[in-house]
């Protein structure tokens, strides 16, 4: 079983649009997550981790966090063609090395 | 900064045939990593190393064989190609748990 999903499995916005991405875990030993961005024949590329309960912002870019229910979400406000990628979810376990990946969502921001 | 390497870029072979990908970095990270992606998935692990001469199994390994010589490189062995693993294979390294992985562009694998 997958430790980490991923919802949607695609998703389209128009340009300027909210696009709201999610990612849980079904393991409780799991304590940081990571979102990487993915451009089309591009190797991924860390964009925001988050280990603290509540909400981190940078830029157009909010990732929140629900310890309770390993549920982590990415929020891009004022979406760009620019954006259109694949996003990773990623989580990770104390005194590990591992990111376990979930399978992840294919944004596409229409102009 | 720093940078990863990957070599070949692209690589073909026949079905059966035992094919190796290398990983070289500079940044001076203890772990490296190998992920397989099928084409739009996720990453699966393959193999890892925490260290030189380490080698700790992924997911993904079985008809994979990996080796560490060096801190700075990493290689990946596919022991016996087969047409369902047509793919592409990253390669990673970190420096401290909970630090950012950093990724090489990867090495597009086709079999004939």
């Known amino acids: 079983q997958q430790k980490v999903q991923q919802s949607p499995e695609s998703l389209i916005v128009p340009e300027g649009g909210m696009a709201s991405l999610n990612c849980t875990s079904s393991d409780r030993n799991v304590d940081y997550f990571w979102w990487y961005r993915q451009h089309s024949g591009k190797s991924p590329k860390m964009l925001m981790?988050?280990?603290?309960?509540g909400e981190k912002e940078e830029g157009r870019f909010t990732v929140h966090l629900n310890k309770a229910s390993l549920h982590t979400s990415l929020h891009i406000r004022d979406s760009q063609p620019s954006d259109s990628a694949l996003y990773l979810c990623?989580?990770?376990?104390?005194?590990?090395?591992?990111?376990?990946f979930g399978s992840g969502t294919k944004l596409t921001v229409e102009p | 900064g720093g940078i990863i390497t990957q070599t070949p870029k692209f690589l073909i072979g026949q079905e059966g045939q035992k094919l190796t990908l290398k990983c070289q970095q500079n940044?001076?990270?203890?772990?490296m990593y190998w992920y397989r992606q099928d084409s739009g998935k996720g990453l699966r692990l393959i193999y890892y190393?925490?260290?030189?001469?380490?080698?700790q199994k992924g997911d993904l390994s079985e008809g994979y064989d990996a080796s560490r010589e060096k801190k700075s490189s990493f290689s990946l062995t596919v022991t016996s190609a087969q047409k369902n693993e047509m793919a592409v294979f990253l390669c990673a390294s970190m420096g401290d748990t909970y630090a950012e992985q950093f990724f090489g562009p990867g090495t597009r694998l086709t079999v004939l």
């Open positions: 940044f001076n990270h203890d772990t």
């Open positions: 990623a989580a990770s376990m104390s005194n590990y090395n591992v990111l376990y």
């Open positions: 981790s988050i280990f603290s309960n």
């Open positions: 190393s925490i260290t030189e001469n380490d080698l």
